[in-house]
């Protein structure tokens, strides 16, 4: 450990590269480059191989070291002669490198295995996980980062010819611009060993949380036009999602575009049956099932269509011609699906601003994890996927429910859990008609969803994410014609709400469980 250490801030030069990539895009242009600007090349493996069938002179990395490859490739690079050449300072270890035969090496050229890649093969184990984990990549890497004092590191191909302008003009690289390459390079690494670390894990929520994303694009900006954004992808995600849309048409998705496209295609995925979800400021206000999608799609827009003006819809069926030219008359934002029929897409040519995202055939929801930032940290945890079946739940009241009206009581459920609490959820024939969401009051969440479903509300459903803490709200619905209430249950004062709904002839069912979604 040196005692005093100093960072050397002026340009070096280069006088010696060394290529090691498994992205090798650009790299035969930028290596004929450097050749040109009088710069020796060390390479490895295939690296080399490719240099050399485009007749550019390199010299192997075993020749210099007069060390082989060995044991398949896993030992090549990781030697006194190699590290020594990166890590050594100029103005410190001159007499090292000269009695040792170190030749300094000012550029290094290096990208790693794609290991998102690898681990997202579905026919991916771990034996061929850990095989895909380079080491020579990240420590050549990391002992150029180290050094930027004396050495430039590049990790991304879209850096070369930035590197090279400032080569040919000074034949030197700038304290500045090493620097930038380093902090780059130190975030290639920590995004690779977090990727590691999160497959090997058993747990979920361990003792440390790495996280890493890589950016996807800048955005205009956030929820509001005076906050800056920009969107973030998993790396080596390729699942059915909103970020890797084929999007057909229509300018960039806005921030909060993705947020709400984002949860629509989290409430059309709940369900088997042909459904349809309009969604609008994140809630679902329009959501139907059924087996014909043209009449799937109008009982949702329907539902609420003055909500639904400028919403988002999704499909998880094909979106046909006969859907296309009903949506074309009213005024929505994004329009979502697996697919879309030939004819379908002309005639949503003719709404230019009309967003058409497909996402190829998903499947329901998985458990995963869950982030959300707080001041000085983050909260974290899974998914609600919680699947309620006729067996969960429990008749309280002494009316009891029709086989419908439980089928419908577990549609509602699966809505719910995809508006904001408070949350109160009115539906009837398989169609939301009324929703009361993000309310401070209970109470009020009724009132609102009450006034949205109007006189349809008739022999209806009515679903709350949490349970009554007073019977208020049942007797603020005792003249509307609704007919099963669904709840968690679990207040202190569940008898009085059942007394409630007894005394008014409703049903009530307990599910055992909410639905929060704050």
């Not at 340009?11 to 290596?31: H, M, Q, T, W, Y």
């Not at 930035?162 to 380093?182: A, C, I, P, W």
Request: glycine share 6%; with cysteine; aromatic share 6%.
């Amino acid at each position: 450990m040196i005692d005093s250490p100093s960072v050397n801030k002026k340009p070096v030069k280069i006088g010696r590269a060394l290529v090691s990539v498994f992205d090798k895009n650009g790299v035969v242009e930028l290596a004929q480059e450097l050749i040109n600007l009088n710069i020796e090349i060390l390479s490895t493996g295939g690296t080399a191989a490719s240099l050399r069938e485009a007749e550019i002179e390199v010299t192997d990395v075993s020749d210099y070291t007069s060390f082989p490859e060995i044991m398949d490739g896993r030992v090549k690079t990781i030697n006194p002669l190699i590290e020594g050449g990166i890590l050594g300072l100029r103005d410190q270890h001159e007499k090292d490198a000269h009695d040792n035969n170190i030749k300094w090496i000012d550029l290094v050229i290096c990208n790693l295995y794609p290991f998102s890649e690898t681990i997202s093969n579905e026919q991916c184990d771990l034996a061929m996980a850990l095989e895909n984990i380079d080491i020579g990549g990240p420590t050549m890497i990391r002992s150029a980062a180290k050094n930027l004092g004396w050495v430039t590191v590049l990790v991304d191909p879209n850096d070369y010819q930035t590197t090279l302008n400032e080569l040919r003009e000074s034949k030197e690289v700038s304290f500045d611009t090493r620097r930038r390459l380093s902090t780059k390079a130190f975030g290639h690494t920590a995004q690779y060993d977090a990727i590691i670390h999160n497959y090997l894990k058993d747990e979920k929520l361990t003792e440390d949380l790495t996280l890493t994303f890589t950016k996807h694009s800048e955005m205009r900006y956030g929820e509001n036009p005076h906050q800056s954004a920009a969107s973030y992808v998993i790396p080596g995600n390729v699942e059915p999602n909103i970020m890797n849309a084929k999007i057909h048409q229509g300018k960039k998705l806005s921030y909060n575009n993705i947020m709400d496209a984002d949860g629509a295609l989290a409430c059309v995925r709940e369900f088997d049956e042909t459904a349809c979800v309009v969604v609008k400021h994140a809630n679902p206000c329009g959501v139907a099932i059924g087996d014909d999608i043209l009449d799937v799609y109008q009982r949702a827009f329907n539902a609420d269509s003055l909500s639904a003006f400028g919403g988002i819809i999704a499909f998880n069926r094909t979106c046909t011609k006969e859907v296309a030219d009903a949506i074309a008359k009213v005024f929505v934002e994004i329009v979502i699906a697996p697919d879309f029929e030939k004819e379908a897409l002309e005639i949503f040519k003719k709404r230019k601003n009309l967003r058409i995202l497909e996402l190829g055939k998903f499947n329901k929801r998985e458990k995963k994890i869950e982030i959300r930032n707080v001041d000085g940290g983050i909260l974290v945890q899974d998914t609600d996927t919680k699947i309620l079946t006729k067996n969960d739940l429990t008749i309280v009241t002494k009316k009891k429910p029709s086989d419908q009206d439980i089928n419908t009581a577990l549609f509602t459920w699966k809505v719910l859990r995809h508006a904001k609490s408070n949350g109160i959820l009115i539906a009837n024939n398989d169609t939301t008609i009324g929703l009361g969401a993000g309310q401070v009051s209970r109470v009020d969440a009724v009132h609102m969803a009450l006034r949205k479903g109007g006189e349809t509300v008739e022999n209806g459903v009515l679903a709350s994410d949490a349970f009554f803490p007073f019977r208020d709200s049942i007797d603020a619905i005792k003249d509307s014609g609704l007919g099963t209430i669904i709840q968690p249950g679990g207040s202190i004062r569940d008898q009085e709400v059942i007394d409630a709904c007894n005394e008014h002839g409703f049903t009530m069912i307990f599910t055992g469980t909410r639905c929060f979604k704050h």
